[in-house]
């Protein structure tokens, strides 16, 4: 438990605690660099697997699946974003690769935000108001 925190952000810290474990045994797919530095930034010390390698989509998700058996998919929460996540989850699905896209999910709906770039900010700020 958080000492101190109202329960909305108690919540979002939990929820962010259960993800940074289950990290641990399953990987988190991300679009680039930048979103693996941010999510590295939080404590996630897990397999992030970046997408934007220069291969196709396909060549990407068909490596994945080769690889293991569930994955973490967090995209972007804009529209390219969103259109992304929703093209991976087939290909994978078809595959045979389990998705996880709750926490995408709910980040988008606890944040205000639109990019994974910008998740270590928010959380910030949310724990900045409980001091």
Known sequence: MY????????????????????????????EGRNDIRSLRSMNFKGTIIQINQGK?????????SSRYREVIILTDF???????????????NGHGTKVDSEFSRYIRRNLQINTVEEIPAAIRKINSTTS
């Not at 979002?12 to 990290?23: G, H, W």
């Open 3 to 30: 000492i101190g925190m109202v329960p909305r952000q108690q919540k979002i810290m939990e929820f962010f605690s259960r993800y940074i474990m289950k990290n641990l045994t399953v990987p988190i797919v991300v």
């Open 56 to 64: 196709t989509l396909v060549a990407v998700a068909e490596e994945i």
């Open 78 to 92: 804009d529209k390219k974003g969103m259109e992304l996540c929703s093209r991976l989850v087939m290909i994978l």
